[in-house]
Nanobody
Framework: EAQLVESGGGLVEAGGSLRLSCTAS????????IGWFRQAPGKEREGVSC????????YYSDSVKGRFTISRDNAKNTGYLQMNSLKPEDTAVYYC???????????????WGQGTQVTVSS
């Protein structure tokens, strides 16, 4: 059974940093792009970043570009989202997902994690 498990969320002050991890099992991690999405209370889920499976192509939403960095370690079946210069508006539940293609459209992703809460205080 395919599974993604996020970790690393928490409470941080504005300007601080967090690193989220997404550990995969039950499927061939190397074959899949990894995407990070977030959903704030009362808002729709939005794509944050993705990284392709083979060439490490990365893509970021305008809201996080220059502050967040996505990466992956295929040997560990794990993806990461390094979040720096956090703002209160980054507060959301963050989800990782796996798909064959790197894009920020959540409807295309096959596998999803359960989410991890990130709260940024002002």
């Amino acid at each position: 059974e395919a599974q993604l498990v996020e970790s690393g969320g928490g409470l941080v002050e504005a300007g601080g940093s967090l690193r989220l991890s997404c550990t995969a099992s039950g499927f061939t991690f190397d074959d899949y792009a990894i995407g990070w999405f977030r959903q704030a209370p009362g808002k729709e889920r939005e794509g944050v970043s993705c990284i392709s499976s083979i060439d490490g192509y990365t893509y970021y939403s305008d809201s996080v570009k220059g502050r967040f960095t996505i990466s992956r370690d295929n040997a560990k079946n794990t993806g990461y989202l390094q979040m720096n210069s956090l703002k209160p508006e980054d507060t959301a539940v963050y989800y990782c997902a796996a798909d064959y293609f790197c894009d920020l459209h959540d409807t295309t992703y096959d596998y999803w994690g359960q989410g991890t809460q990130v709260t940024v205080s002002s």
